[in-house]
């Protein structure tokens, strides 16, 4: 894909709603890419925060944990569910964007059912953790119903899609305007330098644009001309079939084939003529 998801994922606005999310299911989430940066998290569980993130040995274990799961979703499956070995579960789906999976999104940590506390007095004792302050992390853990899962993590996944699809377009909108302006960038120098008098006018007749040739051809500058326009060219017959040609450009939105125009010059007071292409 074109763009990372770390682009196309306004932080601020996806963690109110991710915030807002955790704190009425009671659980933890983050949106992590592949490379395993949390673009948004919330209500990380303080015995990760505190304790198993923050020592080597348990850290270890939580990076197995995780590496576990993304291979898991990177073969194909649209779920995976895994115990770490430092007592926890996490779960965790693919978030995919037009086809290309650029992301990951998890549920954890919690536990399934009631926990078993001595499994974590040992960890405490092997780890040097306050018993005390350890337990007391475990009991703020959830407990989730295994059958809740995939509606969580299917939120997770829509409403990380949905705000990267939101970025796309975006993104695509940015692009196709600095497209259009590069273009009339370089198609008002092929305009300015050219021999030729280029105008605009819009569906009202009024001149909106005259190219810089005015001057060298008319002799009239480009604001003169936008003024003066229908007074140059109304008193000259052979102009009164224009008004229809312009008329019929404008409803029709179609090309008409090109017509003579007769001008009169600003000093010669004579009159010149120029082969018009309307569009």
Same mark, same amino acid.
């Given at each position: 894909?074109?763009?990372?998801?770390?682009?196309?994922?306004?932080?601020?606005?996806?963690?109110?709603?991710?915030?807002?999310?955790?704190?009425?299911?009671?659980?933890?989430?983050?949106?992590?890419?592949?490379?395993?940066?949390?673009?948004?998290?919330?209500?990380? =569980?303080?015995?990760?925060?505190?304790?198993?993130?923050?020592?080597?040995?348990?850290?270890?274990?939580?990076?197995?944990?995780?590496?576990?799961?993304?291979?898991?979703? =990177? =073969?194909?499956?649209?779920?995976?569910? !895994?115990?770490?070995?430092?007592?926890?579960?996490?779960?965790?789906?693919?978030?995919?964007?037009?086809?290309?999976?650029?992301?990951?999104?998890?549920?954890?940590? +919690? +536990?399934?059912?009631?926990?078993?506390?001595?499994?974590?007095?040992?960890?405490?004792?092997?780890?040097?953790?306050?018993?005390?302050?350890?337990?007391?992390?475990?009991?703020?853990?959830?407990?989730?119903?295994?059958?809740?899962?995939?509606?969580?993590?299917?939120?997770?996944?829509?409403?990380?899609?949905?705000?990267?699809?939101?970025?796309?377009?975006?993104?695509?909108?940015?692009?196709?305007?600095?497209?259009?302006?590069?273009?009339?960038?370089?198609?008002?120098?092929?305009?300015?330098?050219?021999?030729?008098?280029? !105008?605009?006018?819009?569906?009202?007749?009024?001149?909106?644009?005259?190219?810089?040739?005015?001057?060298?051809?008319?002799?009239?500058?480009?604001?003169?001309?936008?003024?003066?326009?229908?007074?140059?060219?109304?008193?000259?017959?052979?102009?009164?079939?224009?008004?229809?040609?312009?008329?019929?450009?404008?409803?029709?939105?179609?090309?008409?084939?090109? !017509?003579?125009?007769?001008?009169?010059?600003?000093?010669?007071?004579?009159?010149?003529?120029?082969?018009?292409?309307?569009?």
């Amino acid at each position: 894909m074109k763009y990372k998801i770390s682009e196309l994922i306004d932080a601020e606005k996806s963690q109110g709603l991710l915030d807002c999310f955790c704190d009425a299911m009671g659980i933890a989430a983050a949106i992590i890419d592949l490379h395993g940066d949390v673009l948004v998290g919330s209500r990380w =569980q303080k015995i990760c925060t505190d304790f198993h993130r923050v020592n080597e040995r348990t850290l270890k274990k939580c990076i197995e944990s995780d590496t576990r799961l993304a291979n898991e979703l =990177q =073969q194909g499956k649209n779920f995976a569910i !895994y115990q770490c070995r430092n007592g926890l579960t996490d779960a965790a789906s693919p978030i995919v964007i037009e086809g290309v999976h650029i992301a990951n999104a998890f549920a954890g940590q +919690f +536990f399934l059912k009631t926990p078993d506390r001595d499994f974590f007095i040992r960890q405490a004792d092997e780890y040097g953790f306050d018993e005390e302050d350890y337990l007391d992390a475990v009991a703020r853990v959830p407990i989730i119903d295994e059958k809740h899962l995939p509606a969580i993590l299917n939120f997770l996944t829509t409403f990380a899609e949905t705000v990267a699809s939101v970025g796309i377009e975006r993104f695509r909108h940015i692009e196709a305007t600095e497209a259009l302006r590069e273009s009339e960038t370089r198609l008002r120098t092929i305009i300015e330098h050219s021999n030729e008098l280029f !105008y605009i006018n819009d569906t009202k007749y009024t001149l909106t644009y005259v190219s810089q040739t005015s001057k060298d051809i008319l002799g009239y500058t480009p604001e003169e001309l936008k003024h003066q326009w229908i007074e140059l060219i109304k008193d000259n017959p052979l102009n009164k079939k224009i008004s229809e040609i312009v008329r019929k450009a404008i409803a029709t939105g179609e090309r008409q084939p090109p !017509y003579l125009l007769k001008l009169e010059k600003k000093e010669a007071r004579r009159y010149g003529s120029r082969l018009m292409n309307p569009r």
